[in-house]
């Protein structure tokens, strides 16, 4: 099994920056892929950004040139980078793993708000 914990969200003006956090615990070896999602209010979970073993990224094309992702190379820790935060990004963001190519873990979520 794995364990997430994100970590990092809070209130930011539009055009600020947050980093997030995501700390991973237990069976971490065997995780293929990491990713972070978010929910907004009324709507449904969304993929942001994932981040494979090999360090091959993804991003949403609403993302793209503003969020990073990254990781640690023992997956103890993944980042999400934001950077020019825009209102409609408003949302509780996601971590997610992919454990032996089947298993999905979620961690709590935290919540990021950005004021117009």
């Known amino acids: 099994q794995v364990q997430l914990v994100e970590s990092g969200g809070g209130l930011v003006q539009a055009g600020g920056s947050l980093r997030l956090s995501c700390a991973a615990s237990?069976?971490?070896?065997?995780?293929?892929?990491m990713g972070w999602y978010r929910q907004a209010p009324g709507k449904q979970r969304e993929l942001v950004a994932t981040?494979?073993?090999?360090?091959?990224?993804n991003y949403v094309d609403y993302v793209k040139g503003r969020f990073t992702i990254s990781r640690d190379n023992a997956w103890n820790m993944v980042y999400l980078q934001m950077n020019s935060l825009r209102p409609e990004d408003t949302a509780v963001y996601y971590c997610?793993?992919?454990?032996?190519?089947?298993?999905?873990?979620w961690g709590q979520g935290t919540q990021v708000t950005v004021s117009s």
């Open positions: 981040i494979t073993t090999g360090g091959s990224t």
């Open positions: 237990g069976s971490i070896l065997s995780i293929n892929v």
């Open positions: 997610n793993a992919l454990h032996r190519g089947t298993y999905t873990y």
